[in-house]
């Protein structure tokens, strides 16, 4: 274990550590809605993986026996260690100890003060089709005339609308109800809407049927969300699922998502928040004005003429109705590139964009994106910052965020967005991907076609957009690992360069037991070897909403554990038993972005 490596905390312990140096816990006040068992019924040792909870006969408590001491907190606490009639009429003859005096002890107590509003308030996570409709009609008056009654419900919380996606998952049902929990609204896209699905979501959510990989079917999904969480994976090893569920399935929601936020852009007059800002469009021959074809060589020296294959490229709009940029490099050290003076609409400026997203097409090959910024009416004081990205056979949105640019010289300082006046979009032969064409042969890597659509700005956002569960492939046949990862991987990318505000979380192998038990583990590299249960990474997900450091963020995630010699290099955060648990910023904010 390294220097740098945290000390992981166990709620127990941290707890423990409180209970002794904060004696004056008289103040803590228990909310009746921290618990998660009306939403997720579980037995008393596990009450937040979201099973069912087998009914069984409750012990018999001695009135005179002092509330022991634990370290759960009334949030993990199931049905089974609610206090029932007799025992709180047994309790109510006890006098006040200090024994009692313990978190647990004391929620017990505060939900016999608000009984009335409990015993229909409880209800809410086991509301099913069955339900009478008087009591749904009690309910919903409560909640209507009250609000959330929860101190864990998140501010701005019944403002937003979530799509979960693979709602019946193992993650997808804990989702669901934590988000429930906190006052969200919540949409589930499922594949059919049999008695089996109705019985394993609340009654309050809306069901919308789709499916992920006919885009057709999404439109109404997305209808009124602001954000995503997708924990659908396959349900089998078969490429044909894999590629339909964990690639073109992201790939279609990302893009159903962003036609709505275009729509409602356009409804806004482009004042939403979510509006582009569109550099250029290549709709017509006239939209290729002023772009400039340019040959440049790294070498300026004589011994590169030996070397010079020849180079030609050119920018035209042909019959069908495309922009295309193609030609190529045989010369060694060569280059050609397209340049433009940006002309932006009057009061729009870059530094209120967080980068570039490109809609592009071609034969795969990858380019270098050039900014030059710097006082316009002296070019001589520019300074250049360049990023490179890879495209895909046929068409894709290439995300290139203001970040991710460099400066050429190392001593300028970083990319001004506000100073960008001229765009380039640069191919060198050098550093291509080999890329098979339609017939299996590879093609020439000097030889190049690059479609243009458009390319707009990314308005600057706080929050994620989207929620992408993932995986480590710890756990997989390892005879069909490598299928899975690269279907996951592939809808990663796409998911990176929608131009959504992204998180992308690989949990290790899942586990059926209570989540906020054990410390978690935050990395990048594939290093981990644990799983997690599946309770925390629900957790993680709701968390991540409105997290800011999570935002443009992959990580792995797994519980605490020793790691082996050579690879105890990550990053370590504990889970803090307090009444925020605010665990995940603290642990993103040392991760990088876009990874």
């Not at 086991?126 to 009591?135: E, F, H, K, L, P």
């Not at 073109?248 to 509006?275: E, F, I, M, P």
């Not at 397209?338 to 990858?366: A, F, H, M």
């Not at 909403?545 to 792995?556: E, G, P, Q, V």
């Amino acid at each position: 274990m390294s220097a740098a490596t945290a000390t992981a905390l166990s709620p127990s312990t941290s707890l423990r550590n409180s209970l002794n140096s904060y004696p004056n816990w008289m103040k803590w006040q228990s909310s009746p809605c921290q618990s998660t068992t009306f939403f997720i019924p579980r037995a008393a040792a596990s009450p937040d993986t979201g099973k069912g909870n087998k009914k069984r006969k409750p012990k018999a408590k001695k009135p005179s026996s002092p509330t022991p001491v634990t370290t759960t907190t009334t949030e993990s606490m199931s049905e089974e260690e609610q206090p029932q009639p007799q025992q709180q009429q047994q309790q109510q003859q006890v006098s006040l100890s200090l024994d009692d005096v313990n978190p647990v002890g004391l929620g017990r107590k505060s939900r016999q003060i608000f009984d009335d509003v409990w015993r229909k308030f409880s209800g809410l996570g086991q509301i099913s089709r069955t339900t009478r409709a008087d009591d749904m009609e009690a309910l919903d008056a409560l909640l209507i005339r009250e609000g959330p009654m929860c101190e864990f419900a998140i501010p701005g919380a019944q403002n937003t609308t979530v799509l979960v996606v693979g709602a019946t998952s193992r993650i997808g049902r804990i989702v669901v109800r934590k988000l429930m929990l906190r006052g969200y609204t919540v949409k589930a896209l499922v594949r059919k809407a049999d008695q089996e699905v109705l019985d394993m979501l609340p009654r309050s959510v809306e069901i919308v049927i789709g499916d992920v990989g006919d885009p057709s079917s999404l439109q109404a999904a997305v209808e009124g969300c602001n954000k995503i969480i997708y924990c659908a994976t396959a349900r089998s090893t078969i490429t044909g699922d894999l590629y339909r569920v964990d690639h073109q399935g992201v790939s279609n929601l990302t893009k159903a998502l962003q036609d709505y936020n275009n729509k409602l852009a356009q409804l806004r007059a482009g004042k939403s928040s979510k509006s582009k800002l569109l550099i250029t469009k290549f709709k017509s021959e006239d939209s290729l004005h002023g772009w400039e074809v340019r040959q440049g060589t790294y070498f300026q020296d004589v011994i590169a003429s030996k070397y010079d294959g020849g180079m030609d490229a050119k920018f035209e709009y042909t019959e069908t109705g495309q922009a295309v940029f193609s030609g190529y490099v045989f010369t060694r050290g060569g280059y050609v590139e397209l340049s433009k003076k940006l002309s932006l609409p009057l009061g729009s400026t870059l530094d209120r964009y967080e980068g570039l997203v490109l809609s592009v097409g071609g034969n795969g090959r990858s380019y270098v994106v050039i900014l030059e910024a710097g006082p316009s009416a002296d070019t001589t004081q520019s300074k250049l910052y360049f990023a490179r990205i890879n495209t895909k056979i046929g068409f894709c949105r290439v995300r290139v965020p203001f970040s991710s640019f460099r400066p050429v010289k190392p001593d300028d300082p970083p990319l001004d967005p506000f100073l960008v006046h001229t765009l380039t979009i640069r191919f060198e032969p050098r550093r291509q991907r080999p890329v098979e064409g339609s017939a299996g042969m590879k093609q020439d890597p000097r030889s190049f076609k690059l479609i243009l659509e458009y390319i707009k700005a990314l308005p600057t956002g706080q929050e994620t957009d989207f929620i992408l569960v993932s995986c480590t492939g710890l756990g997989v046949e390892p005879n069909r690992r490598e299928q899975v990862l690269k279907a996951k991987r592939a809808g990663e990318d796409s998911l990176r360069r929608s131009g959504l505000g992204y998180t992308i979380i690989r949990p290790g192998p899942l586990m059926e037991e209570p989540g906020g038990q054990r410390a978690l583990i935050f990395d990048q590299g594939n290093r981990i070897s644990q799983g997690i249960s599946c309770a925390d990474v629900a957790d993680i997900c709701v968390k991540a909403l409105h997290d800011t450091t999570a935002r443009n963020k992959s990580f792995d995630v797994s519980h605490e554990y020793v790691a082996e010699q050579g690879r105890e290099l990550y990053e370590l955060v504990a889970h803090l038993p307090d009444k925020a648990n605010n665990y995940l910023t603290p642990a993103l904010s040392v991760l990088e972005k876009n990874t």
